[in-house]
């Protein structure tokens, strides 16, 4: 029960900045995003950094919400963000049709990220169970 309430407590964790740390975290990745996607779309070398900055940001902005709580992963925003990691690991197999997906993903992060909170932060899975993040930033 103490290992559900680590994962899951119910007051939500926060830490020093929170907002501030993923305002930067934030535009960080949606500029190396862009970047990432139009080197692709215009076939320019050398792409790595502008991808690990991209992966890495997203990660470090996932793991802000992990920390607050897990239930991120049965929220739509988490169904969400898991979707957007398959299709990105959908890249090296079907390396053609790159541009395609990572404009698929693009999107998605755009609409998703502009829903409501209501909705986004909507319960997939085990609703009303534990305490949700509401927390802005």
Do not use: C
Request: proline letters at 3%.
């Amino acid at each position: 029960m103490v290992f559900l309430q680590i994962l899951f407590p119910k007051k939500l964790r926060s830490f020093p900045y929170r907002r501030n740390i993923r305002i930067a975290l934030r535009t960080l990745h949606i500029l190396s995003g862009g970047v990432l996607l139009g080197g692709h779309v215009f076939n320019q070398p050398v792409l790595q950094v502008w991808l690990i900055s991209t992966v890495m940001s997203g990660l470090l902005l996932l793991l802000t919400d992990l920390y607050a709580s897990m239930t991120i992963l049965f929220e739509l925003r988490g169904l969400v963000a898991i979707i957007k990691i398959s299709l990105l690991l959908l890249v090296p197999i079907f390396w053609q049709q790159r541009v395609f997906i990572l404009i698929l993903v693009l999107i998605i992060g755009a609409v998703s990220s502009h829903m409501t909170g209501r909705l986004r932060h909507k319960r997939i899975l085990f609703s009303g169970w534990r305490s949700i993040d509401y927390s802005k930033g």
